[in-house]
């Protein structure tokens, strides 16, 4: 079986948009078992200063540890699976 590759998720405690993308990568989990394919690390932007200040105004945002691409909100469920595939 191939490597998953890390799809760091970047979110901070309280975030309502944040717990929208988590139930999106849920349902999407749900319907095509993402996690065959990766592994979704949440990743608090609270913990790390320079990521606070990087994605502070932008959260939530998902990036693939691989490719360094990220996605960044808003984003539809279908924009999340063309990016994931």
């Given amino acids: 079986m191939p490597n998953k590759q ?3 998720f970047y ?6 948009l944040c717990e929208q993308v ?3 990568i849920f349902a999407l989990n749900q319907q095509k078992n993402l ?7 949440a990743y608090d932007i609270i913990d790390d200063e320079k990521i606070l ?11 693939n540890a691989v490719t360094q691409k990220e996605l960044f909100w808003p984003f539809s469920f279908e924009e999340l699976d063309q990016w994931l595939t």
């Fill in 35 to 41: 996690a065959a394919r990766f592994d979704i690390i």
């Fill in 11 to 16: 979110t901070t405690f309280g975030c309502h």
């Fill in 53 to 63: 200040e990087q994605y502070r105004t932008t959260i939530p945002v998902l990036k």
């Fill in 6 to 8: 890390e799809i760091i």
């Fill in 22 to 24: 988590e139930a999106m």
